[in-house]
Nanobody, 117 residues
């Protein structure tokens, strides 16, 4: 069973930084899209940043200039560097991965990020 293992959440003050990591449990699976979603209390889960193996990246306007995605395709790993965090970034962050053509999609267990002012 394929799993996405996340790490790196926590609590920081506004203006601080955190780095999230996510690794697919099976390194030999053909993953194309990887990225991060987040869900704040009382809100729907929303995408934050997505990328594919060709290097194409889509990033939400709310985090542009502050969040950076990186990948290690050989390890099927994705990272999210979050700088200048704001209280509105507080949410549970979910790692996402998909095979080509979205034939299979996978989600991490979620990691809490709390930013206090």
């Amino acid at each position: 069973q394929v799993q996405l293992v996340e790490s790196g959440g926590g609590s920081v003050l506004a203006g601080g930084s955190l780095r999230l990591s996510c690794v697919v449990s099976e390194s030999d699976i053909d993953i194309n899209a990887m990225g991060w979603y987040r869900q704040a209390p009382g809100q729907e889960r929303r995408w934050v940043v997505l990328s594919n193996t060709l290097g194409s990246t889509k990033i939400a306007d709310s985090v542009k200039g502050r969040f950076t995605i990186s990948r290690d395709n050989a390890k099927n790993a994705v990272y999210l560097q979050m700088n200048n965090l704001k209280p509105e970034d507080t949410a549970v962050y979910y790692c996402y991965a998909a095979t080509p053509g979205l034939s299979s999609e996978y989600w991490g267990q979620g990691t809490q990020v709390t930013v206090s002012s």
